[in-house]
């Protein structure tokens, strides 16, 4: 297939490797046009979609928690060892590593993560999941379904591949469990040059695939604060040390990170999405949780606005029962 061959040609140049691919691994004009074409038509064959479609299906109906995916990691071995995939497993958990090609470099790396995530599925439909309080929000199904389908069209093209080696790498728990840190501390990624993978939108069409220069997803974390203060009735909150006001002033604060101290150029995000505390509309409760996620596209401010998110809980809360502690002193 000549679409395979420009593709590793490209990885061939990418890591300096000067052996040609093939005895001809030029493409004219009019054969690198019809490169995608090909590639759609392949994909498009009733045996591969109605598969692919299939598997999606399967894993959507039995959806799995970060580092719980057994069945869906076993899915993935079962349909490796019959394409005849050589993988690791476990990897990371429940982690598969395959390979096709050469099992020399250059090695590419194709990625799909696997995990579930904790809500209930509210569409009443064929395939719904099967399983209470977990489902397949975030498109993880489709990914792995995507990325066994081009493992099945590599590997009956295998023989095309005369030089360099695909890595297959499906990933536990994406979704806040550090599963992509536990696949790289566990070598997933050794001796890797470049590495793809794909995200399914509902903004765009079927059949349209859209990226640009830079970064495209943002690094992000949670995090969790408890405010504690003194609890009471609120009719005399002159004797309490009221921890809804102080949550309440840490809240705002956080907004003001990205209000005025972050570049506007510079995209970053802090969301409060937990406010809890209290249980009746009189008391001011002993202790409040409040809790949120910060993003941003950078490593130098990730790590900037990770550090004042947590200045800004520390001074605020000290100094305001400070300030209400003095006042009832005095």
Request: charged share 20%; with cysteine; net charge negative.
């Amino acid at each position: 297939m000549a679409f395979l061959k420009w593709v590793f040609l490209i990885f061939s140049l990418y890591s300096s490797m000067p052996t040609p691919i093939s005895s001809n691994p030029s493409l004219n004009k009019e054969a690198l046009a019809q490169i995608p074409i090909n590639f759609l038509e392949f994909a498009k064959k009733p045996e591969i979609l109605d598969w692919m479609v299939g598997l999606r299906r399967k894993i959507h109906e039995n959806p799995e928690l970060g580092f719980e995916e057994y069945e869906t990691s076993k899915l993935i071995r079962a349909e490796l060892d019959q394409m005849g995939i050589p993988y690791k497993y476990p990897v990371a958990v429940t982690g598969v590593i395959g390979y096709i090609g050469t099992g020399q470099p250059p090695f590419v790396a194709l990625r799909a993560d696997m995990d579930a995530l904790a809500m209930e599925e509210l569409v009443e439909w064929e395939h719904k999941s099967k399983v209470p309080g977990k489902m397949h929000a975030c498109g993880h199904d489709a990914h792995v379904a995507m990325l066994l389908g081009a493992a099945k069209m590599l590997q009956e093209h295998q023989n095309d591949l005369q030089q360099g080696t695909i890595v297959l790498v499906f990933q536990p728990a994406e979704e806040g469990g550090g599963g992509a840190k536990k696949m790289l501390d566990a070598g997933a990624l050794e001796n890797v040059d470049a590495i793809f993978a794909l995200h399914v939108s509902s903004r765009f069409p079927v059949g349209v695939v859209a990226s640009r220069p830079g970064p495209i997803l943002a690094a992000t974390s949670f995090f969790e604060a408890v405010i504690n203060g003194k609890g009471g009735h609120a009719a005399i909150p002159q004797h309490t040390v009221d921890p809804i006001l102080a949550a309440s002033n840490v809240i705002v604060s956080l907004q003001h990170l990205i209000s005025r101290e972050a570049d506007p150029l510079d995209s970053q995000v802090v969301s409060i999405g937990k406010f809890q505390g209290g249980g009746a509309f009189n008391v001011i409760p002993d202790s409040v949780t409040i809790g949120g996620t910060f993003r941003a596209f950078s490593k130098e401010s990730f790590v900037q606005l990770k550090q004042r998110i947590e200045e800004v809980r520390f001074f605020l809360t000290s100094n305001l029962y400070s300030f209400i502690v003095d006042n009832q002193e005095n």
